[in-house]
């Protein structure tokens, strides 16, 4: 990544109400691969980084099956937009807007997310 | 990368001596072989470069440099861990100490020693031959010297009007000098062309400008008072005017160091060498090419016949059957402006032969062809216009399914005809230097799903030497692609138009060993520089896993970017489960444990409070692990012994066997030891989708052999081989592909059969779908694998050798990896926390997952409203 030299010292911040929260160096994420955060309410989020350096954040629950996985789950673009596939079944969201690409009544939570 | 052998005592060392274009075949032919893996491989190359396209030579003057020009990747001499010393000859050979001295002192004992140094252009002995502005015309540096004295001089005259004068003749005047042949024959290519092909061939020389001195020797070369060419003496009493002179009248065989040591040579020289290309002086010796005396008592100086020799060397010294029985001259010169070209009997030796003659004097045209009385084509000469060489060439020895003369009639003379390469019967060879069939060349387009010349040219290598095949070889893939029809998009996924079998073919023919560089050089237009799909992404870092040793890429799928394409249990090396925890599946070779081993496995499932359970596969199943518990437990496994079962991965998963004939009152072979050798052999092969076996020690059939992609039945001689079993929801009974093998054949057959799988294969396809899928079925799978229809069963052997070679325990070397470890934890922020929604709940004295506390997320949180 050509992002990576000049932001070693880079943190990944995540916005709660109104606050950003620091989660992790940027380098802790692998171009194409997630981490799982855990938040102060408890609450767990998946974040993403792409091959471009774009920055996403969801809610890491799997709707579908309830557990707290899709920061596991292998990303990549559809029609231009970036989702996340889970890895229990499958199912695919779209890291921008949460919205579930296989099932329309399926939105998860997202998260603002700015490396700083 | 591979490694090289260790240069011990027990290491067998084949010593290559020339490093020619026939050395380098023969190294590519022992790498396809996986001999590299097992030798240590030695190359003396006297010349200044490594092998280099000697054919091509004469390209360098109109641009090709000498880089363009080397045959040798230097990639392929590292990974196959080839020692080559450039510059540095074979001085000495010690047969009886099985030694080789190089010029630079380095001694080098060798097990096996393959001359290959080819020819020296043989200079008449006529008086001053050695002038200052004489020349040979044989290597980059003679053109590199050639080129820099003619840039002060203004005429050249060539000695010698063959193939190689002519090319010479035809270089130096397109160094600006006026230029002259002298022949001592009374035609120019004698070998090649008789007397009306001669007179043709003269007027198109003359009309090029180059003047043409037939019948005439050269008697001395005349010099000025510095020692300088001024000119040459002809045997007529005149004398030519000239700056240069480039001999080029024939080569002779390097047989000096053979004769040296005492080998065998020819009366007219070349190592005397029998079908096996091995000296008949001494069994450890072996000669190819241009230096070598055919055991049909000929010298061949073209690169064809070098590189069958190369393949029959390395196939007999791979201890494969392989013979070297002579070949056929045919030749197209490739000069520009004239078209020359003769093939098989082009003299008409044969007894009662006819021939067929169109010549036009005027338009430099002659076209012979050489008959035989039932109508089989035996040869002929084509003058001025080799359009039909190809084909021609490609019809002798068999009757054309038209009137001979049509095929050398000129276009709009009456009965000519166009006769397409595709009236030619598949057994055809279409390309001569690399002897491949039309056969070959068709399934290149209709199996391997080639659809343009290149990929048909990295596929079978037909059109990758001399290139006077590539027009019919184009025509072929043409005609191939239309009779399949109408294209539809057969894609692998929105990002590629290809098919996994396809990017397969790309990116072992490239040696492509990134997923962003395939996808960014052949991703479909709006994918190139995206982040790809969760289709491909796996199914792209599958193909690069199975080949990774041949590619250059890594054995470990969690390196660099491989990890990031690797499916989600595949990145974590353990299988998810419904609550977000994993299940941990040590390899247990053949079903076959140890009691020391139970114990380990039972004090860690016991220790980390894990859920155990027999698999249906043989093994045990270790259930509730936690992501970050992951390192922890294998630590203990790898300490123990233990691999990874790959019970995640699109690869081997176990081999079960029964108790077999140790135990067994009827088992007639010992099963469990061929499970343990065939789990061991084929574990971490990544392939299109899970590979299953058994193994039953007789014909009862206890291991459910035939219901797995290969199962393997103890028979009273052997084993019988059955592919394409299946369980799950559609189950398959296997098909029998072989019976009463040997172990060493069976372990052969089920090399090429998973590697033919893994080649063709969609993604996702059992193999019991895709030997439904496939055209031909189970007969063309056995037509390929046994009876090795595409040529490609070294190649297939060599892949799973390199596989084999280069396998490593990937969760070994994950938990020796602390920045591969940093993944391994439930929260990035919070490494120590675990997951509260990862729980368990008592049932049956174990544990199982606290299903409940999955609905937790369904909670809201106040001020997070979801948009
Ligand atoms: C653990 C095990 C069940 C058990 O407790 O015994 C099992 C468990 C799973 N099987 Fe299986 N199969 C297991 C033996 C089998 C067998 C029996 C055998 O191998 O002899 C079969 C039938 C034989 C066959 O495959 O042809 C079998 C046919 C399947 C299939 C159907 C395959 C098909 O081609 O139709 C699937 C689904 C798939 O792969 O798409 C599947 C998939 C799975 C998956 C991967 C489902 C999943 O996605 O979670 C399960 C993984 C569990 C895990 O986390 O380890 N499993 N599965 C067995 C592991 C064997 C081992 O030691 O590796
Ligand atoms: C200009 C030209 C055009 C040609 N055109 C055609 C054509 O169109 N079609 C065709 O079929 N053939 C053609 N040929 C012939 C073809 O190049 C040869 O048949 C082929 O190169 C033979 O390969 P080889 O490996 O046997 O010998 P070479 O390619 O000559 O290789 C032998 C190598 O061994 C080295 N060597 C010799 N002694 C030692 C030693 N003691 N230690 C270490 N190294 C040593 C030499 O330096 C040389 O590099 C052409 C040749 C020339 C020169
Ligand atoms: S298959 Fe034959 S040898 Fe194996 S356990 Fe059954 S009966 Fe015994
Ligand atoms: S005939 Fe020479 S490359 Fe095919």
Same mark, same amino acid.
């Given at each position: 990544?050509?992002?990576?030299?000049?932001?070693?010292?880079?943190?990944?911040?995540?916005?709660? #109400?109104?606050?950003?929260?620091?989660?992790?160096?940027?380098?802790?994420?692998?171009?194409?691969?997630?981490?799982?955060?855990?938040?102060?309410?408890?609450?767990?989020?998946?974040?993403?980084?792409?091959?471009?350096? #774009?920055?996403?954040?969801?809610?890491?629950?799997?709707?579908?099956?309830?557990?707290?996985?899709?920061?596991?789950?292998?990303?990549?673009?559809?029609?231009?937009?970036?989702?996340?596939?889970?890895?229990?079944?499958?199912?695919?969201?779209?890291?921008?807007?949460?919205?579930?690409?296989?099932?329309?009544?399926?939105?998860?939570?997202?998260?603002?997310?700015?490396?700083? | 990368?591979?490694?090289?052998?260790?240069?011990?005592?027990?290491?067998?060392?084949?010593?290559?001596?020339?490093?020619?274009?026939?050395?380098?075949?023969?190294?590519?032919?022992?790498?396809?072989?996986?001999?590299?893996?097992?030798?240590?491989?030695?190359?003396?190359?006297?010349?200044?470069?490594?092998?280099?396209?000697?054919?091509?030579?004469?390209?360098?003057?109109?641009?090709?440099?000498?880089?363009?020009?080397?045959?040798?990747?230097?990639?392929?001499?590292?990974?196959?861990?080839?020692?080559?010393?450039?510059?540095?000859?074979?001085?000495?050979?010690?047969?009886?100490?099985?030694?080789?001295?190089?010029?630079?002192?380095?001694?080098?004992?060798?097990?096996?020693?393959?001359?290959?140094?080819?020819?020296?252009?043989?200079?008449?002995?006529?008086?001053?031959?050695?002038?200052?502005?004489?020349?040979?015309?044989?290597?980059?540096?003679?053109?590199?010297?050639?080129?820099?004295?003619?840039?002060?001089?203004?005429?050249?005259?060539?000695?010698?009007?063959?193939?190689?004068? %002519?090319?010479?003749?035809?270089?130096?005047?397109?160094?600006?000098?006026?230029? !002259?042949?002298?022949?001592?024959?009374?035609?120019?290519?004698?070998?090649?062309?008789?007397?009306?092909?001669?007179?043709?061939?003269?007027?198109?020389?003359?009309?090029?400008?180059?003047?043409?001195?037939?019948?005439?020797?050269?008697?001395?070369?005349?010099?000025?008072?510095?020692?300088?060419?001024?000119?040459?003496?002809?045997?007529?009493?005149?004398?030519?005017?000239?700056?240069?002179?480039?001999?080029?009248?024939?080569?002779?065989?390097?047989?000096?160091?053979?004769?040296? +040591?005492?080998?065998?040579?020819? $009366?007219?020289?070349?190592?005397?060498?029998?079908?096996? =290309?091995?000296?008949?002086?001494?069994?450890?010796?072996?000669?190819?090419?241009? +230096?070598? %005396?055919?055991?049909?008592?000929?010298?061949?100086?073209?690169?064809?016949?070098?590189?069958?020799?190369?393949?029959?060397?390395?196939?007999?010294?791979?201890?494969?059957?392989?013979?070297?029985?002579?070949?056929?001259?045919?030749?197209?010169?490739?000069?520009?402006?004239?078209?020359?070209?003769?093939?098989?009997?082009? !003299?008409?030796?044969?007894?009662? +032969?006819?021939?067929?003659?169109?010549?036009?004097?005027?338009?430099?045209?002659?076209?012979?062809?050489?008959?035989?009385?039932?109508?089989?084509?035996?040869?002929?000469?084509?003058?001025?216009?080799?359009?039909?060489?190809?084909?021609?060439?490609?019809?002798?020895?068999?009757?054309?399914?038209?009137?001979?003369?049509?095929?050398?009639?000129?276009?709009?003379?009456?009965?000519?005809?166009?006769?397409?390469?595709?009236? %030619?019967?598949?057994?055809?060879?279409?390309?001569?230097?690399?002897?491949?069939?039309?056969?070959?060349?068709?399934?290149?387009?209709?199996?391997?799903? =080639?659809?343009?010349?290149?990929?048909?040219?990295?596929?079978?290598?037909?059109?990758?030497?001399?290139?006077? =095949?590539?027009?019919?070889?184009?025509?072929?893939?043409?005609?191939?692609?239309?009779?399949?029809?109408?294209?539809?998009?057969?894609?692998?996924?929105? +990002?590629?138009?290809?098919?996994?079998?396809?990017?397969?073919?790309?990116?072992?023919?490239?040696?492509? /060993?990134?997923?962003?560089?395939?996808?960014?050089?052949?991703?479909?237009?709006?994918?190139?520089?995206?982040?790809?799909?969760?289709?491909?992404?796996?199914?792209?870092?599958?193909?690069?896993?199975?080949?990774?040793?041949?590619?250059?890429?890594?054995?470990?799928?969690?390196?660099?970017?491989?990890?990031?394409?690797?499916?989600? /249990?595949?990145?974590?090396?353990? /299988?998810?489960?419904?609550?977000?925890?994993?299940?941990?599946?040590?390899?247990?070779?053949?079903?076959?444990?140890?009691?020391?081993?139970?114990?380990?496995?039972?004090?860690?499932?016991?220790?980390?409070?894990?859920?155990?359970?027999?698999?249906?596969?043989?093994?045990?199943?270790?259930?509730?692990?936690?992501?970050?518990?992951?390192?922890?437990?294998?630590?203990?496994?790898?300490?123990?012994?233990?691999?990874?079962?790959?019970?995640?991965?699109?690869?081997?998963?176990?081999?079960?066997?029964?108790?077999?004939?140790?135990? =067994?009152?009827?088992?007639?072979?010992?099963?469990?030891?061929?499970?343990?050798?065939?789990?061991?052999?084929?574990?971490?092969?990544?392939?299109? !989708?899970?590979?299953?076996?058994?193994?039953?020690?007789?014909?009862? $059939?206890?291991?459910?052999?035939?219901?797995?992609?290969?199962?393997?039945?103890?028979?009273?001689?052997?084993? /019988?081989?059955?592919?394409?079993?299946?369980?799950?929801?559609?189950?398959?009974?296997?098909?029998?592909?072989?019976?009463?093998?040997?172990?060493?054949?069976?372990?052969?057959?089920?090399?090429?059969?998973?590697?033919?799988?893994?080649?063709?294969?969609?993604?996702?396809?059992?193999?019991?779908?895709?030997?439904?899928?496939?055209?031909?079925?189970?007969?063309?799978?056995?037509?390929?694998?046994?009876?090795?229809?595409?040529?490609?069963?070294?190649?297939?052997?060599?892949?799973?050798?390199?596989?084999?070679?280069?396998?490593?325990?990937?969760?070994?070397?994950?938990?020796?990896?602390?920045?591969?470890?940093?993944?391994?934890?439930?929260?990035?922020?919070?490494?120590?926390?675990?997951?509260?929604?990862?729980?368990?709940?008592?049932?049956?004295?174990?544990?199982?997952?606290?299903?409940?506390?999955?609905?937790?997320? !369904?909670?809201?949180?106040?001020?997070?409203?979801?948009?």
């Amino acid at each position: 990544m050509t992002l990576a030299p000049e932001t070693t010292d880079l943190k990944v911040e995540l916005r709660l #109400n109104d606050d950003w929260f620091a989660i992790c160096e940027l380098a802790r994420l692998l171009p194409g691969r997630g981490v799982a955060a855990l938040l102060p309410d408890g609450r767990q989020a998946a974040l993403f980084r792409d091959r471009a350096g #774009n920055l996403y954040a969801v809610d890491n629950r799997d709707p579908f099956g309830g557990a707290a996985v899709l920061s596991r789950g292998l990303t990549g673009t559809h029609q231009g937009r970036p989702f996340v596939a889970s890895p229990l079944l499958k199912q695919r969201f779209d890291l921008e807007t949460g919205q579930c690409l296989d099932d329309e009544s399926v939105r998860i939570t997202t998260y603002a997310v700015r490396a700083a | 990368m591979t490694a090289t052998p260790e240069a011990t005592e027990a290491t067998p060392t084949i010593v290559l001596v020339g490093h020619g274009m026939v050395g380098q075949r023969f190294l590519e032919a022992l790498a396809e072989r996986g001999m590299t893996a097992t030798h240590r491989v030695v190359v003396l190359c006297e010349e200044p470069r490594p092998a280099y396209d000697r054919v091509a030579l004469t390209s360098y003057f109109s641009g090709k440099t000498p880089e363009d020009l080397s045959m040798t990747d230097m990639e392929f001499i590292e990974t196959h861990g080839i020692e080559l010393y450039v510059g540095d000859p074979a001085v000495a050979v010690d047969r009886e100490a099985k030694k080789v001295t190089a010029r630079s002192g380095q001694v080098f004992d060798y097990e096996t020693l393959v001359l290959a140094t080819g020819s020296y252009p043989f200079v008449p002995p006529v008086p001053n031959k050695d002038a200052q502005g004489c020349f040979v015309y044989r290597t980059i540096e003679d053109l590199l010297a050639i080129e820099e004295y003619a840039k002060t001089r203004t005429t050249g005259a060539v000695v010698g009007g063959g193939l190689l004068g %002519l090319e010479a003749a035809g270089a130096l005047k397109g160094l600006g000098l006026t230029s !002259h042949i002298v022949e001592f024959a009374p035609r120019l290519m004698p070998v090649q062309v008789d007397e009306g092909g001669g007179a043709a061939l003269l007027r198109t020389i003359e009309e090029m400008g180059l003047s043409v001195h037939t019948g005439v020797g050269t008697q001395e070369i005349v010099v000025d008072a510095e020692g300088a060419v001024t000119g040459m003496k002809l045997s007529d009493g005149s004398e030519l005017a000239t700056d240069l002179v480039v001999f080029s009248a024939g080569v002779r065989p390097r047989d000096q160091l053979a004769r040296d +040591c005492g080998l065998t040579v020819g $009366e007219r020289g070349g190592i005397t060498v029998d079908e096996q =290309c091995r000296t008949v002086s001494d069994p450890h010796v072996f000669a190819i090419g241009e +230096c070598a %005396l055919a055991s049909d008592g000929r010298v061949y100086g073209l690169v064809a016949p070098g590189y069958e020799q190369a393949e029959t060397a390395a196939a007999t010294i791979a201890s494969d059957e392989a013979a070297f029985l002579g070949a056929d001259l045919s030749t197209k010169l490739k000069l520009l402006g004239v078209d020359v070209a003769s093939f098989g009997d082009a !003299h008409g030796a044969t007894a009662d +032969c006819l021939d067929v003659v169109y010549s036009d004097s005027r338009a430099g045209l002659y076209k012979k062809l050489v008959i035989g009385r039932d109508g089989t084509l035996l040869g002929g000469i084509l003058v001025g216009d080799a359009e039909a060489y190809g084909t021609l060439k490609a019809f002798t020895g068999s009757v054309p399914p038209v009137k001979p003369e049509s095929l050398v009639l000129p276009a709009g003379a009456g009965e000519s005809v166009q006769l397409g390469p595709t009236a %030619l019967p598949d057994d055809a060879i279409i390309c001569s230097c690399n002897n491949v069939r039309k056969g070959t060349i068709r399934a290149a387009v209709t199996d391997h799903q =080639c659809t343009t010349v290149p990929e048909v040219k990295k596929c079978t290598k037909a059109g990758t030497t001399c290139g006077s =095949c590539v027009k019919v070889l184009g025509q072929l893939v043409t005609a191939e692609l239309e009779a399949s029809g109408v294209e539809v998009d057969k894609g692998l996924c929105g +990002c590629f138009s290809q098919t996994r079998e396809e990017l397969y073919e790309i990116v072992l023919a490239l040696r492509i /060993n990134t997923y962003q560089d395939l996808l960014d050089r052949y991703g479909r237009d709006g994918a190139k520089g995206g982040d790809g799909c969760e289709i491909c992404k796996p199914a792209v870092g599958s193909i690069i896993a199975s080949l990774a040793p041949t590619i250059g890429a890594s054995n470990y799928v969690l390196d660099g970017e491989q990890a990031s394409l690797q499916d989600s /249990n595949d990145h974590f090396l353990a /299988n998810i489960q419904k609550n977000g925890s994993y299940s941990v599946v040590p390899r247990i070779p053949g079903g076959e444990i140890t009691p020391e081993g139970l114990i380990v496995i039972g004090e860690i499932a016991r220790d980390f409070g894990l859920y155990t359970k027999i698999t249906g596969g043989q093994r045990i199943d270790m259930f509730g692990a936690r992501v970050e518990q992951l390192p922890l437990i294998w630590t203990r496994l790898v300490d123990a012994g233990f691999e990874s079962g790959h019970a995640y991965g699109k690869s081997l998963r176990t081999v079960k066997s029964c108790v077999g004939q140790t135990w =067994c009152r009827y088992g007639v072979q010992d099963s469990v030891r061929m499970a343990i050798d065939l789990e061991l052999r084929y574990r971490g092969l990544r392939s299109p !989708h899970k590979l299953k076996s058994a193994v039953s020690g007789c014909a009862r $059939e206890c291991a459910e052999a035939q219901s797995k992609d290969f199962g393997v039945i103890a028979t009273a001689s052997g084993w /019988n081989l059955y592919v394409g079993g299946n369980g799950g929801a559609t189950p398959r009974h296997a098909d029998l592909l072989a019976q009463d093998l040997s172990d060493a054949e069976l372990i052969k057959l089920i090399d090429r059969f998973l590697m033919f799988y893994i080649r063709t294969a969609d993604r996702l396809e059992r193999t019991s779908t895709w030997l439904e899928r496939i055209p031909g079925g189970l007969d063309h799978v056995r037509d390929v694998v046994v009876e090795d229809s595409l040529g490609i069963c070294e190649e297939l052997e060599s892949l799973m050798t390199a596989h084999v070679a280069h396998y490593a325990d990937e969760w070994a070397t994950t938990i020796n990896d602390p920045e591969k470890l940093a993944r391994f934890v439930s929260f990035v922020n919070a490494p120590d926390t675990p997951d509260p929604v990862v729980g368990f709940v008592p049932e049956r004295e174990q544990i199982k997952p606290d299903l409940p506390l999955l609905t937790i997320g !369904h909670r809201p949180l106040e001020g997070s409203a979801q948009r």
